[in-house]
């Protein structure tokens, strides 16, 4: 099995789209090049250009190939099931042409969540029925990556513990 490791802008300190301070996306591609990486991943959909055509060219002008996105939305919020079918909507159409197979879920973490991180024993739950209805926009999601762009998506690990401890 030959192993690959990425970069991500996130290494630049770009968790989230518009944080004061971004360094140019063209200098986080050059620099991903120059410290010997072969392969990124998206980072918070926007701040690269989204027209895929002109991200796919500056990842060849860098000797780069995107092997995943991720979407890191509120799946666990019903009234954002829109929002959130959007955004990996969005980062498939960026990814999928430029030969990237893998999509990220990442259900959002609430200030609440946050505050309560690796204290299970008081973190707040999720009723049975916003459980269904998160899984339901995670397979949602799932399902046209895998028809629409024929990416697979896969789940964070965060993820699968929040959703543990969400129902737990």
């Known amino acids: 099995m030959k192993v690959r ?19 140019p996306w063209r200098n ?8 010997g990486y072969r392969f990124t991943e998206l980072g918070p959909i926007g701040f690269y250009p989204e027209d895929p055509k002109l991200f796919g060219e500056a990842l060849a002008g860098n000797g780069l190939t995107v092997v995943a996105g991720h979407v890191f939305e509120p799946m666990h919020d019903p009234r954002r099931r829109a929002q959130c079918i959007d955004g990996a909507r969005r980062v498939l159409n960026m990814i999928a042409p ?7 879920v990442i259900d959002y973490i609430t200030p609440e969540r946050s505050a309560v991180a690796g204290r299970p024993d008081i973190a707040p739950r999720l009723e049975s029925g916003d459980w269904k209805r998160m899984m339901e926009v995670i397979v949602e999601i799932a399902t046209i990556a ?9 789940l964070h690990p965060q993820s699968i513990v929040h959703c543990l401890v969400a129902f737990a």
């Open 5 to 23: 490791a990425s970069n991500a802008p996130v290494s630049w300190g770009m968790s989230y789209t518009g944080q004061p301070g971004a360094p």
């Open 28 to 35: 986080v591609l050059r620099e991903i090049a120059e410290a």
């Open 98 to 104: 430029n030969g990237a197979r893998r999509l990220v």
């Open 146 to 154: 895998r028809d629409e762009y024929g990416v697979t998506a896969v």
